[in-house]
Each structure stands twice: as C-alpha cells, then as structure tokens.
C-alpha cells in the first residue's frame, strides 16, 4: 500500500478540493461559501493527507494550543475510504506536540462515532454541563 504523506503545512492544502467535499459532498456543511472555507483553514491547525501527492484526507483543529481543541471537517475521499488514511490521519493528530496535554478535545459526527472511539474519543461523560448555540442550516440562508 502506498503510504499517507502528512502534512499540516497550509501551502501544501489542495484549497478548491476541501471546498468541493465540504460544500457539496459533506453532511455537515453543504453550501458553505468558499470565502468562509477560507478562513476556517486559515484560523485552524489543518491537517491533510496525500497519496502520490494527491491530497485524499484532511482535518483541522481549532485550538488555543495549550487547554483546548475542536476537530472539525475530518474527511477522507470516497474512493480512498477503508484503507487506514483516516486513521493514520487521527494519529498523527493526537500524537501532534503542539496538541499535547489538551484538557479536552471534542468534535462531532452522526455517522463515524465508531471510528472515534478506536482512538480514544467517547460520548461527553456528563452531557449536562455542555451548552452550544447551535445553527446547522446557517450555510444554506
Ligand atoms: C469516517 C471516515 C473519515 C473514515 O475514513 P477511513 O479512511 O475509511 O477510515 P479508516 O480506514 O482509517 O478506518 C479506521 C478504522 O475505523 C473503522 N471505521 C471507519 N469508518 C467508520 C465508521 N463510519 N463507523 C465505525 N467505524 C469506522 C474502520 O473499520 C477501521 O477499523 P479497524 O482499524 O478495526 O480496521 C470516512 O469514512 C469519511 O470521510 N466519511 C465521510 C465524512 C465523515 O463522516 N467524517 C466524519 C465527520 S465527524
């Protein structure tokens, strides 16, 4: 199997792909404009994975480096899935220095909390004590 490049290098990102998943292929963000792709990748600690110098996998954290991560937009392309990229990809991430000793790192899915939980991700032990405001159609307005 060829192996997985990564790289957290923004330069190295292949922007219009990312823009294309998410906004048309994503179950989260469809219809997201390319200006706000933009930014989160600018504003976040990105992560993307490449075969033969094609990127396939990307994920990026948003983190203040020291307390705190959110790990958002973690894809892997169709034709790509089910070889052990995403899971590569997740940990490098965990294993990154820059995201040691994180008091918690949370993200969210509907279809891929079974991946999650191989690396160590659970449901919140205590659901009571979070809060979110919470605009799932905001990119489709
Ligand atoms: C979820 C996703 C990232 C997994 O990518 P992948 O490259 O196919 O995953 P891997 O091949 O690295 O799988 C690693 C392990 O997780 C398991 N796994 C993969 N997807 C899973 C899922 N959706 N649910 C439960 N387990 C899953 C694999 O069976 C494998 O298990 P093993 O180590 O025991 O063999 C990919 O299917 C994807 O991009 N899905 C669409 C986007 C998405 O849902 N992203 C998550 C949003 S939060």
Not at 63 to 71: E, M, P, Q, S
Not at 76 to 83: C, H, T
Not at 100 to 110: D, E, H, Q
């Amino acid at each position: 199997m060829t192996s997985l490049k990564i790289s957290t290098d923004r330069t190295e990102l292949d922007v219009p792909m990312i823009y294309r998943f998410l906004s048309e292929q994503s179950t989260w963000a469809v219809g997201i404009s390319r200006s706000v792709v933009d930014r989160a990748i600018e504003n976040s600690m990105c992560f993307g994975g490449f075969i033969d110098g094609r990127q396939v996998v990307f994920a990026r954290v948003v983190t203040d480096y020291a307390t705190f991560g959110y790990l958002a937009d973690m894809f892997v392309l169709p034709e790509y899935r089910g070889r052990g990229y995403a899971g590569e990809l997740l940990k490098t991430i965990l294993a990154h220095p820059s995201l040691m000793g994180l008091r918690r790192l949370i993200l969210a899915t509907s279809g891929a909390a079974g991946f999650y939980e191989k690396y160590g991700f659970t449901a919140p032990q205590r659901p009571e004590t979070l809060m979110e405001r919470y605009f799932p159609n905001i990119y489709l307005s």
